[in-house]
């Protein structure tokens, strides 16, 4: 009784202090909506103890921890990577700090993961990177900014719920992969286009915001298997904000799969997941129109903050 008393009063007070300072009115509410929903305590504390919990090396660069909760699905424990991951009533929570465990060019030069020449170029081959049969139309370069080390935090349904009507994918995360690096969707920043945002993509095709965020808008290659051969167009890649798992460019069977149009999934029974339902799958183009989410969500998402 007294906490719910004390919930209201400063609910009260917040309302009130952003409504007396607010000189636009729209953000200043949902900045005072936001921390209203911090303070209800709908957040779940992490475990004591984890199934998983390890230092590893998943790609070329430097060692990440994983740690996995004993009551997260099977599928995720046996897949995922360079996160902190556990339960909270009907979610999944994801943790991840967003850093490449792989070389590239936008981290900084003192880093030990940076790497210099790590932007492809028509005078290189393309094997790395854009696979065997396809190479730069232009030569690449980069961004202003560097990798920095995030605070993402995914809360995701354990069991995803297909929606009928279709959700907007936003700007910013709108799934993670199983290294941990978060996926953007098909857009670039407002101003900009995706096929423009492209030619700054290193050679494991992700780039950083103005915020120092890698992320992946498109095929991820390190996880497909065109940098470490270590796996394939259909791959396991990630999980999407409403639960769906995501995979490379062909299903299981080797096939390419008829995507739906808005959504860029299909119905799947992958053997990782085989109640899954749907699956979001990498677009079968190149450049930036392989693309891994459109603009919107098959089922109820979840939320992100960072």
């Not at 929570?93 to 900084?108: I, Q, R």
């Not at 904000?241 to 080797?254: E, F, I, L, N, R």
Request: aromatic share 12%; proline share 6%; with cysteine.
């Amino acid at each position: 009784m007294h906490q719910k008393l004390l919930i209201s009063i400063l609910a009260f007070w917040i309302v009130l202090s952003f409504s007396n300072c607010s000189s636009g009115g729209s953000d200043d509410s949902a900045a005072a909506a936001v921390l209203l929903s911090s303070s209800s305590g709908d957040s779940c504390p992490e475990p004591s103890t984890f199934l998983v919990d390890t230092t590893e090396t998943v790609s070329n660069g430097s060692s990440c921890t994983t740690k996995i909760a004993s009551d997260v699905p099977t599928w995720i424990q046996n897949n995922f990577h360079c996160m902190t991951i556990y339960t909270c009533g009907t979610d999944i929570v994801f943790e991840t700090n967003d850093l490449p465990p792989f070389k590239s060019g936008y981290y900084s030069g003192s880093s030990s993961s940076y790497v210099a020449n790590n932007f492809p170029t028509t005078a290189t081959s393309g094997a790395c990177c854009y696979g065997t049969s396809v190479s730069p139309t232009e030569d690449h370069f980069a961004n202003p900014n560097n990798i920095k080390s995030q605070s993402v935090v995914f809360k995701i349904p354990a069991t995803s719920t297909y929606m009928s009507s279709t959700q907007s994918t936003p700007y910013g995360p709108v799934g993670v992969s199983i290294w941990g690096i978060v996926f953007y969707n098909n857009q670039a920043a407002p101003g900009d286009v995706l096929a423009t945002e492209y030619a700054t993509m290193d050679y494991q095709n992700g780039h950083p915001d103005s915020r120092g965020m890698y992320h992946w808008h498109t095929d991820p290659w390190p996880i497909t298997g065109s940098q470490n051969a270590q796996t394939s167009e259909s791959a396991l890649i990630g999980i999407a904000m409403d639960g769906y798992p995501v995979y490379g460019k062909k299903t299981q069977a080797s096939s390419y799969p008829t995507l739906d149009s808005n959504t860029n999934t299909a119905t799947c029974s992958p053997s990782e997941n085989s109640s899954a339902g749907y699956c979001y799958y990498v677009q079968n183009a190149s450049y930036d129109s392989a693309y891994v989410f459109g603009l919107y969500f098959r089922g109820s998402k979840g939320s992100v903050t960072y």
